[in-house]
C-alpha cells in the first residue's frame, strides 16, 4: 500500500521555465512533509519542507504547496536551471513516529 | 554541516555472505536509519535506531539486522546475503524529535550480490 505517490517518474521542462513536481498521499495523520533532490551517485539532499498548519513555503526559487483537503503537495521550481536537473523525492512524516515515507521520486531534466 | 559517511561507496559480496554496511554520523544525533532504493519503489526503510542499543523494524526487515553500540555508528548486517538484496544502501540522521527534523543521508553503498 502506497502512502506517498509519486504519479510521474519523469518530468522535462525549459531552462527558465517552471517546473511542477507533484505527490499525493493517503494518510490523514502525516503531519510534517518533506523534498528530497538526489543526484546520481549521491544521496538525498534536503531542499524544503512544510508542516501541515501551512499551505504554502518559499525558500528563494522552491515553493512548497500542501492542499490538506486533496492531500496533495507540489513543489515549484522558478526559474527551473540545468543544474536542477535530478530526482525528487517527496517524504511526508507520521504524527508522533520518528519515520518519514518516502515516495518513488520524479526524473527531472532541466533543458538548455 | 552534517556528515554521514558510509564505509563503501561500491561492494560485490557472493550469495551465502554475511555482510556488513556500516555508517558513521558527526552530528550528535540519536535517530538513524538504513533504507534500501530500488528503481520505482523509491526508499524503503530497512531499521531505525532512536538510541544507542535501541532499533526499531521498519517496512522491509526480513534478512537484514541492525547493531548501534555507539550513538555515532549504525551498521546494517546481512546475514546470509542472497541476490535480492542486491541494491543501493541509504544511511541517515537526525535529531530526536519525532517530526520536523529532516533526515540527512550518506551518498550509499552500492551492494552486488552474485
Redesign the interface.
Known sequence: DQQVKQNSPSLSVQEGRISILNCDYTNSMFDYFLWYKKYPAEGPTFLISISSIKDKNEDGRFTVFLNKSAKHLSLHIVPSQPGDSAVYFCAASDRGTYKYIFGTGTRLKVLA | DVK?TQSS?YLVKRTGEKVFLECVQDMDHE?MFW?RQDP??????IY?S?DVKMKEK?DIPEGYSVSREKKERFSLILESASTNQTSMY?C?S?F?T???Q???????TRLSIL
Not at chain 2, 520505482?40 to 526503510?45: V, W
Not at chain 2, 529532516?102 to 550509499?108: N, S, T, Y
Open positions: 554521514v561507496r535517530n533504507y520505482g519503489l523509491g526508499l524503503r526503510l531505525f532512536y521498519g541509504l541517515a537526525s530526536p519525532a517530526s520536523n529532516p533526515q540527512h543521508f550518506g551518498d550509499g
